[in-house]
């Protein structure tokens, strides 16, 4: 009845299912796969090789019925940053494998046979690993259509397609949703490393879960019912995020001088009316399809839709704020029915929204592409990226690696991670998380435009460096604790600002495990994974030159506001420079 | 009639000649390149942007009448390695700007308008900035002829090619030779940096030198004398390498079983008899050609030679043993006529022999090209790498860039710079070199193959780690020293076996300056080039876990003699520990 640790050796196509040591009893998602990584894999190790793990885990909350629970979290050491990584996504994996009892799965090794793609199918008593030669040069849709006709409907689906296949950094994991479509444990290029160990596809077993067990049913009923309506009364989370899903963003990011646009050379964006939130909710309200929608059951924000066509016929979902203005914004494609396409056809092929589209928006600064050129976008996805080709190779590598073959200086990756939709040099808090993080530039690792635009937490002047450092610092130490909790990152608006948020969070876990955990443990917690994500990284090699935004950033004012990056070496090395000493 | 420091800036298109500071007056070649990279360049800079410097200097004895003492040192922060590097090269230039007066030749910052490239003439008392439209795009050979009509023939040029231009990290600076061919400062990329800076070409004017001040002519001719005698007499220096050039190396080490081959798959080349040195000879004897030829004026040992077709024309010349090497054995191309073309070739776009050699050798493990097929070689070169297509671009970012945009794990970089012809796990000396040096992986940094297989120095077992480790740092450290000289690194083999040898060098240094210094001193110079290396390196963002060979070979036995990489970190790091604490 207890969880256990799955482990899948591709070396040798053997398993194992082993009890939970005491020390990684009390960890879940983000905890629990950034401590398996460090504990068991080489820093020094070539990601793609051997001796690299891919490791998933559902949060401590997973499974649960509290409200915004169910996040799977994908950790490795990653060939896209060098560091250590941990992706984490919505999609119905949390819930299954929390049910099952699957604490954590493992995978390990490579096989010798070099031609070979595999399926593993993990049950409650034992994992099937099965060649899968059909299902190779497949995409998504497809291999998750092959899964439901041999499967109950319910069962969990993790797969890559293509680009995943060749081991391309862009390359995600997509994840089924409640709704048959996809979620993504999108950055990092852990697509690459699934690829890498030649599985095709995972599935976990839908058939033989049970619910998973409460220590004090009544007191978890009781935290969860709070929790609930803080965040169902939030102004974000209640009301902005459900009605315009994040897209709701591009006006506002792009009012505050922050929507990074043509390839980061402005923080405004001319087609900001032909792509925002409320422009999307018109059409949906005009051809059908859903404003609210949720990515896993379960889920009371709704932040996700389903978007139609003129004809009103289904489109795509899961149409995000990161989508819209990487392709709308940086890249400058104005039809937002163009990107709904690209959008589709990238759940399809699995490549992360982020990498992918700054990735052509660098390219835009080449021959590859012109701004605004949708069609071309998505010709080089369907029949370059998706097939292989030198050119879909070189925009498969990710944003910063295209920057070396091209020659390119204006490149806007922090440890080779590309940036995401928030201006550093407009948006300072931001940029300190993407600076310092030890995932890269990652905008989920500690959100500072909460408080330095969206006025949750209180607020703090996002073109000034005052208060951002230590902003930054305790947004990702709250983030990296609740990454553990398989909660998504928008109960941050109500815990920032909702005293009885937090507490009743903390409430839900001890009530779930029958322990005492206190607010200061829970800071603890977030502190030391970083602590031992930095540690990982700093034996990988990256350095505190690594904690740096692009140098462009420091010599080239950004309009509308024109700021330059001004923050110095030492203030951010001071981000984490006393938990390297502790 | 005292040495200056020119120095030109792109940025506004102006120079200045400037007295030597105090602190360089006793520096030269990669003394001082590493020295004012370290002084002027941000060791966070982007390599191809702006804040990048690329600083050219002879060394202290060259333009002298030493034997052997005309190699041009070029530094820069590396756009391959990211971090600090020194190529040097034979050719004229050396020579020129010593009697020019030209201690150094510093190029800073980028123009404006990124659409033109210009012509930079360095005559004793201006600089000459031109912009170049009519060179754009063209190769070499064309560049160098039109440099010859508009100048005295004893002009010194170094000049970049199309893969230059385009900032591809396989691009060389290539240097005029005294028969008006090229020899090449090869390296790290540094014709991206030439590239980056929009500098076609640079000439220094050979009208107006005049012969280098020696302080004390008589002793300079005395210990000049022991010197060349010492050079003349040593089998290696004096016998092998003017019989069969460097590529008398191919034999030797086959037989070692430490002749990279097949992506470095064994030790052992079933192609050796047809690309070996002896093979070459005989092919010079029977077709004309040269068997002796020096790069420099001055050269004694004249390892280099020129190279017939099956018709008596001319093929190419500068035809060394690591282009051999990674034509014929690594990526197994039988015919050395085909390689000859293919070194001309590149001799005319102006690549890396050694990097581009050992990214089509990784290439042959995708579909890009086969093991063994020359003209696909040769077209890859011609038509896509110097067109720059997306197949070129890829191929023109080097190994480690190639790796990542296809996902390799078995890729032969040391800090992301291909591994020459020498393997680690073979010649285990020389792995150390690889590992250690501040370069990235490169022979010439610490050449423990004289120790380890040509029985120079005495002899260390190349299979076993006993004494890899003070060898391989002693010889850096005198390399460093050397490479300061403006020597050819091939004074090792006298070096080493002559107790006369050295002083003489040494003296002739002291005559040329009128100073006192002593063996000591002489490594006190080499170990603070290195420290002030490894100094930029660490801030570049290079740690410990940069001074690693790659993964696979620690895990994958080479044929024949089936040993691995077994070094462990501790040991690698001991080489430099007692100079980082310094």
Known sequence: MSDKIYRVN???????????????????????????????VDPECHPLGPNNKLVFAPGLLSGTTAANSGRTSVGAKSPLTGGIKESNSGGTSAGIMAKLGVKALIIEGIPEDDNTFYHVHVTKNEVLIEPVPELVGKQNFEVLDEMLNRYNKKVAVMTIGTPGEMRMSIANISVKDPQGKFRSLGRGGLGAVMGSKKIKCITIDAENYKEVHYADPEKFKEASKVFTKSLKENPISGEGLPAFGTNVLVNIINEAGGLPSHNFRSGNSDNAEEICGETMAENIKERGGKTTHGCHAGCVIQCSQVYNDKEGHYLTSGFEYEMIWAFGANLGIKDLDMIAKIDA?????????????????LAADTDIIEFGDGERAYELLKYEVAKGTPLGRIVGSGTGNLGKIYGLVRVPVVKNQAIPAYEPRAVKGQGVTYATTPMGADHTAGYAVATNILN???????LKKDGQLELSRNLQIATAAVDSTGMCIFVAFPALDDPKCLPALIDMINARFGINLTADDVTNLGENIIKIEREFNKKAGLTSSSDRLPEFMKYEPLPPHNTVWDFTDEELDSVWGYLDDK
Chains 1, 2 share one sequence.
């Open 456 to 462: 949750s937490g209180g607020y703090i002047d996002p």
């Open 345 to 361: 056809l990238m759940d399809d092929i699995g490549v992360d929204a982020i990498e992918t589209g700054v990735t052509l928006g």
């Open 10 to 40: 591709m070396s040798n196509l053997s398993y194992t299912i082993e009890d939970v040591p005491a020390k990684w009893m009390g960890l879940g998602g983000r905890g629990l796969t950034s401590t398996i990584v460090s504990e068991e």
